[in-house]
């Protein structure tokens, strides 16, 4: 069951959308070079509890940090931890926040350092085809919309998107109905509603679109090894179009 949000639920996910960009912004600045995935989980901690929101994911079927830090060839889902960031990795991160009653969730895959031409490339690709599946969230299209339009914008670069993972719609749950895969064909699918409110995720492969678990049974990798990126924003469907709830309102072109 799809749960449409009123104007006034929205503007709470709005409140809850600027504490996750207010948190990505602090990460920006602190990922570094010789910076561990576990400083962040407690810079992260800290702001958004400063914030009065609560780091959604904390405890969420027992993971146990504030954010997901998933570096290079991980996918998603990383538990941070002792990992020591070094010149030329990548590294997605995931904030989710909950405030009044409300979830927020976005996420970036920032470079450390200086980064490699493909990195860079897979980096930029993975942000457009999120504003490219944004650009599809007006009412009256479908989920399939959103689903094509980020594959088919990874795929023209060479890249791949990941099957075995979707976004998902948000509210006072971070997993509601409907599922937004990142791959399939367009017009099919649940129709687009005023209301809807959607975290879009690409996770965009530089290899093949496998994935396997890792051995703590959180962290999604890469089968062949490959470079990883994600980016996701929560997107409220409005009369007047899409509304990132999480970030700058920068449309697609
Ligand atoms: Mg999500």
Not at 41 to 47: G, I, Q, S
Not at 142 to 147: F, L, P
Not at 228 to 248: C, N, Y
Request: proline residues 6%; negative net charge; hydrophobic residues 40%.
């Amino acid at each position: 069951m799809i749960i449409r949000k009123s104007k006034a639920e929205i503007e709470k996910m709005a409140r809850a959308g600027a504490v996750v960009r207010g948190c990505l912004e602090l990460l920006a600045q602190a990922v570094r070079p010789g910076v561990t995935t576990k400083e962040l989980d407690v810079l992260a901690e800290e702001y958004i509890r400063s914030q009065g929101g609560v780091p959604t994911f904390k405890g969420y079927r027992g993971f146990p940090g504030s954010i997901c830090t998933s570096p290079n060839d991980m996918v998603v889902h990383g538990i941070p931890g002792k990992v020591r960031l070094r010149e030329g990795d990548i590294l997605g991160v995931d904030v989710g926040v909950t405030l009044e009653g409300y979830v927020a969730d976005a996420a970036m895959t920032f470079p450390v350092g200086e980064i490699s031409e493909e990195a860079e490339r897979l980096l930029r690709v993975t942000e457009e085809a999120l504003y490219k599946g944004i650009a599809q969230c007006v009412v009256g299209r479908r989920v399939g919309d959103i689903s094509h339009a980020v594959q088919t914008h990874a795929e023209a670069h060479g890249f791949s998107v990941v099957r075995s993972m979707v976004g998902h719609g948000v509210g006072r749950e971070m997993h509601e109905d409907p599922q937004v895969p990142n791959f399939g064909p367009p017009g099919q699918g649940p129709e687009l509603r005023e209301g809807m409110v959607l975290a879009i995720e690409p996770m965009v492969n530089a290899g093949g679109y496998e994935v396997e678990i890792g051995d703590d049974s959180w962290a999604v990798y890469t089968r062949d090894g490959s470079l990883s990126a994600h980016f996701e924003h929560t997107v409220a469907i409005t009369k007047d179009g899409p509304r990132i709830l999480t970030g700058p309102d920068k449309r697609a072109a």
